[in-house]
């Protein structure tokens, strides 16, 4: 290998985990329900069966896993914490779990003791059931984001002492689009998905995305009046989307569908949350009223709304080919055909353990260097990495020999420092998703995206080679020695 572009000797980086994903203990200590909990019990099965009752256990494990951290080298951990087990009724005038705050305030201080930063995610995807019971969730705008402002003011005041870096929501995306349009997610509201028995793809998606942002701007506007003085942190918001390339690249139709795919992606979001402006008129045109529209008084919020960062889940990306035949109102790509090959039958990448995930790491600097231009934010990767081909069927004994997964990392890693050396975008960190393997939502414990194997008839954890890997490529690239 030739020798690998350096990054900043600052670079943040570490690994990251959700709460539904590894908790478990479901039951214990005061926590309520999540929507999250009711998905994964429905009859007939949209997990495969999985659930998230055990899950890795990491409630009962956290030292064991912080104690890999410390071995693994990181400097960093993003973890989300479940919005019910602070407030199991979730709601702003229920009251408040002691035992849940307990149990956060120890990871906290157990990451602090071992030297680690923690990366604190308000919210990845476990909205509290009593609310979508109580008035539709993120269907209510006005009602979710002022409960959703009341949960991160608690986070704030009983963990900000020590968590000086916050991200809002985890992929909006994916919570208004698998939850309300495909019903991939919970609560798996559809009416194009033969499972869902309710829901209105047309229409409910974007009336929760709108829901995500102003909740979203109302936990940072919060931030910057009443803790950022004192606390001295930063706040950012953690979006995914695929970067895409025209399927005919001599077709300027097809370079309009990929553009137009992304702002689908990201503008619809990253519009309102970084510039304060309305959604990207290529959604408004093709959306027409079912797009909901932002009063004046949305704006004054988004505006008091500065963040600090992008946040930046990245796996794969795409092709995108034009339709000419008018979209339909369950639409909600822009439009467009979605291939893993070009024109000419060129492969996007290397495919990995997952069908959607192509390993497309030249693509990757691409994308960086067009969100930074775009939003102008400084970005940290929040998420990123893959799953071995074929590591669903192998055995504890052939996955921890994860080649596929190291190069992956690397590959991905010199994309990040030649767009921050070569393009001018300012990347200040990286975590790898995920320190453990876990519960992959509604793929259940099959898809291995874990630094370590998790066996979960014994719970065991062993690491793969890429885990202890990880540190010798970022301490190579920022010239530090390697503890052995
Ligand atoms: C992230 O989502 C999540 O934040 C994280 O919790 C998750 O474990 C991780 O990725 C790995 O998946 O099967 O064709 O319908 C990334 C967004 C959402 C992208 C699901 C791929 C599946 C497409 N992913 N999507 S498909």
Redo the contacts with the bound molecule.
């Keep these: 290998m030739p020798f690998p572009t350096p990054l900043p000797a600052d670079f943040e980086w570490g690994f ?1 985990t ?1 709460s539904y ?1 590894i908790e478990g203990a479901v039951n214990e200590d005061n926590r309520g329900r999540s929507i999250w909990d009711t998905f994964c019990h429905l009859q007939p099965t949209r997990t495969k069966g999985a659930n998230g009752d055990v899950a890795c256990d990491h409630y009962h494990r956290y030292e064991e896993d912080f104690d890999l951290l410390k071995k693994y080298g990181a400097k960093a951990y993003r973890f989300s914490i479940s919005w019910s087990r602070i407030i199991p009724l979730g709601g702003r005038d229920d009251p408040l779990n002691e035992t849940g705050i307990e149990f956060y305030n120890t990871l906290i201080d157990s990451l602090l003791g071992r030297g680690i930063t923690p990366w604190v995610t308000l919210y ?2 476990d909205l509290p059931q009593a609310l979508h019971d109580r008035y539709g969730g993120w269907l209510d705008v006005e009602e979710s984001q002022k409960d959703f402002e009341r949960y991160a003011k608690i986070c704030y005041e009983r963990f900000g002492d020590r968590v000086k870096n916050w991200i809002t929501l ?2 909006p ?2 919570v208004s689009i ?1 939850g309300y349009a ?1 019903g ?2 919970a609560p798996g509201r559809s009416s194009i998905n033969p499972q869902s028995f309710q829901g209105n793809t047309a229409t409910e998606p974007w009336i929760v995305g709108r829901a995500l942002i102003m909740s979203h701007a109302r936990a940072v506007a919060l931030y910057n009046k009443q803790f950022r003085e004192s606390q001295k942190g930063q706040i950012g918001i ?1 979006l ?1 989307g ?1 970067y895409y390339e025209p399927w005919d690249d001599q077709d300027t139709r097809d370079k309009v569908a990929a553009e137009r795919r992304m702002e689908f992606h990201i503008g619809w979001f990253a519009n309102p949350i970084f510039l304060a402006r309305d959604y990207p008129p290529c959604m408004r045109e093709q959306l027409g009223e079912r797009l909901p529209i932002f009063t004046p008084s949305d704006f004054s919020i988004l505006e008091k709304a500065k963040v600090d960062f992008y946040g930046m ?1 990245y ?2 990306s795409q092709f995108a080919r034009h339709r000419d035949q008018p979209a339909p109102e369950t639409d909600f790509i822009g439009n467009i055909e979605e291939l893993q090959g070009d024109k000419n039958g060129i492969s996007v990448g290397e495919p990995s353990g ?4 192509r390993s497309a790491p030249q693509l990757f600097r691409k994308h960086l260097t067009r969100i930074y231009q775009k939003y102008g934010k400084p970005i940290y990767v929040t ?1 990123n ?1 893959c799953p071995c081909p074929g590591e669903d069927a192998m055995t504890c004994d052939e996955s921890v020999n994860d080649s596929y997964r190291i190069r992956y990392f690397e590959d991905h890693l010199e994309a990040i420092a030649l767009a921050n050396n070569e393009d001018g975008t300012h990347i200040k960190g990286y975590f790898a ?2 320190l453990l393997d ?6 259940g414990y099959g ?1 291995r ?1 874990g630094v370590t194997f998790t066996d979960y008839v014994t719970l065991k954890r062993t690491p793969k080679k890429s885990a202890m890997l990880l540190q010798h490529i970022f301490h190579e690239r920022m010239n530090l020695p390697t503890a052995s």
């Design positions: 990251a959700a994903q990845h995807w985890n992929e995306w994916i698998f495909t991939g997610n953690s995914n695929d889940n796996y794969t997952v069908h959607w995930l998420e990495g998703w995920s876990n519960l992959e939502w509604s793929d898809v995206f």
